[in-house]
């Protein structure tokens, strides 16, 4: 085998299919819409997930529960993680954390939790924290700053 027979028969961009252009384009003279029926007019548009009058698949699958896709989502960091990474005196917020790569991905509100030892004075600043990481952080010496969440979506201001 040589070389340059490697990539033979493979093009990265296929010609587009010219239809409509007569029976010498080897789409025919229906162009590849068949006889009659609704797919043969012009207009027509088929939904995605259509199949040929079968039970979707999304009809078929069973479906359970609930998503609340309204929920906010909480990051978690237990205290035993900051004894690691942070040294005494600093200040643990948010930024710090995703700094340091703790906290990755999205979320809406930081929680710190009380697994783990806590032996170091740390200032950390969370949305949320746990009673006994509340707990630990103040026998440690260090303090606690609860930071203000997402303010709540108003309903309906003309019924109030």
């Known amino acids: 085998m040589n070389l340059n027979d490697v990539h033979r028969g493979i093009t990265k961009n296929k010609p ?14 229906t162009s590849t819409r068949g006889h009659k ?10 939904k995605a997930v259509f199949e040929g009058g079968k039970m979707p698949l999304v009809r078929r699958v069973p479906k359970r ?6 929920a906010e989502t909480v990051a978690v ?8 990474h942070f040294r005494a005196g600093q200040q643990v917020s948010p930024q ?6 703790l ?6 509100l930081l929680k710190i939790l009380g697994n783990g030892e806590l032996t170091k004075k740390l200032e950390v600043s969370a949305h949320r ?11 440690a010496g260090g303090q606690t ?10 309903k309906n201001k003309m019924r109030s």
């Open 16 to 29: 587009r299919k010219r239809i409509g252009r007569g029976p010498g384009s080897g789409h025919g003279k």
């Open 37 to 46: 029926g609704q797919g043969s007019r012009s207009g027509y548009t088929s």
């Open 65 to 70: 529960g609930f998503n609340n896709r309204w």
């Open 77 to 84: 960091v237990n205290l035993g993680v900051l004894n690691e």
């Open 96 to 101: 710090t954390l995703e700094e340091k790569g």
């Open 103 to 108: 906290l990755k991905g999205r979320y809406d």
């Open 129 to 139: 924290f746990s009673r006994a990481a509340t707990e630990k952080i103040e026998k």
């Open 145 to 154: 700053v609860v930071l203000p969440g997402k303010k709540p979506v108003a």
